[in-house]
């Protein structure tokens, strides 16, 4: 009897129970991909039932045991042109479509909206950078409750491992552009029912695009390994309707807004723990572990010489510039305030009782 836990549905948008082909086509370039692999698959079907049915037919009608005496003869004209004109036919009908299909995906001119695509171990950055919503910014994680799921061993729901706290949100009909780059490693932009995936490799840029063509929720996953958390960095992709869109826009500008925080603030050490215990659940848990033991070859936070050192700089470098060859990775991205929260947090959290208090001015001033 199957346990309610392994009890799954199709998920709209992603994979399907025991789906065995590509997913349902959302961008009208997915559909063409979708043509072509069928064309193709009809192609060589055809190629091989002829070929090896003129073989098997041959072996069967000119057999030894029925008297067959081979034919005694070397080049012959006509058939060095049929099977030369034939096959470069062939080619060429195959060749044309996917040509056009291929140059299609790499135009990604005239976009409505452009996004930057960040990889980083292990989550997704995503800044707005162009058209309605410029100016956004977010780290896009795996949800914790889904976290909790795979590290108890007990999987629930249709989107497991596949739920993030902050999806990418675009408008329908629109051409969007992603552009993608990484910040550690390469990982790779991958939503199959868009049709696109696209290595984001650290120090360059590489671009893709895509018109979704439905509203609703797709999602993908990082397609490249990445590392031991690489399973646990999906993408979700949220298409809404062009007023939807604009209204999600100015929900987050407000947000924004609202969470914009003065680096020259001075944050008492209760509010700083608060803060840096989101900060720290959201970003550093799943390498650190929540209980800041590490594992592996992640070092622990708890009693590290560098967390509880007097001079708060070098665990400053530490999260701004990252170490031991991005094992640890910079967090740049994150603000002063955050990282000022984070550090204060791992000073006076678990054994570690430093009293230290470390405010957004002295990461500012340590970014410069």
Same mark, same amino acid.
């Given at each position: ?5 392994? +009890?799954?549905? &199709? $998920? ?94 790499? &135009? ?30 977010? $780290? ?11 590290? +108890? ?71 490249? $390994? ?28 407000? +947000? ?5 925080? &003065? ?8 509010? $700083? ?96």
């Amino acid at each position: 009897m199957v346990q309610a836990s392994w +009890a799954v549905n &199709d $998920l709209p948008g992603g994979p399907a129970v025991r789906q065995l082909d590509l997913h349902p086509p959302a961008t009208r370039i997915a559909a063409e991909q979708q043509w072509l692999h069928y064309m193709m698959l009809y192609i060589c079907g055809a190629i091989f039932v002829g070929v090896f049915g003129v073989m098997f037919y041959a072996i069967f009608k000119h057999r030894k045991s029925k008297g067959a005496k081979p034919a005694d003869f070397h080049e012959s004209t006509t058939v060095e042109i049929i099977w030369t004109v034939i096959p470069f036919i062939i080619v060429i009908g195959m060749a044309l479509p996917a040509t056009k299909v291929v140059v299609a995906q790499k &135009d990604t001119t005239n976009a409505d909206l452009t996004i930057k695509a960040t990889g980083y171990q292990w989550k997704w950055g995503y800044d707005y950078l162009k058209g309605e919503g410029e100016g956004i910014s977010m $780290l896009s994680t795996l949800d914790a409750s889904q976290r909790a799921l795979s590290d +108890a061993g007990t999987p629930q729901g249709d989107n497991y491992l596949l739920k993030v706290d902050n999806p990418l949100v675009v408008p329908v009909d629109r051409k969007i552009r992603i552009i993608t780059t990484a910040n550690d490693v390469i990982h790779s932009f991958m939503v199959p029912a868009f049709g696109i995936k696209q290595d984001a490799i650290p120090g360059f840029v590489r671009d893709t695009w895509f018109r979704a063509e439905k509203v609703g929720d797709y999602y993908g996953q990082c397609a490249e $390994l990445c590392g031991k958390e690489h399973a646990y960095m999906p993408i979700h992709v949220r298409v809404l309707t062009a007023e939807d869109y604009a209204a999600w826009v100015a929900e987050q500008h407000k +947000a924004m807004q609202a969470k914009a925080d &003065d680096p020259n603030k001075v944050w008492t050490q209760d509010d $700083l723990m608060a803060r840096g215990e989101k900060v720290y659940a959201a970003n550093c848990a799943a390498c650190h572990q929540p209980n800041g033991k590490g594992a592996g070859a992640i070092k622990p936070l708890d009693g590290s010489p560098v967390v509880l050192d007097a001079d708060v700089g070098k665990q400053i470098h530490v999260l701004l510039n990252g170490q031991n060859n991005n094992l640890m990775p910079a967090w740049r991205q994150l603000s002063d305030t955050e990282i000022a929260a984070v550090i204060t947090y791992t000073k006076n959290h678990w054994s570690n009782k430093t009293g230290q208090v470390v405010q957004p001015a002295a990461v500012m001033a340590a970014r410069k």
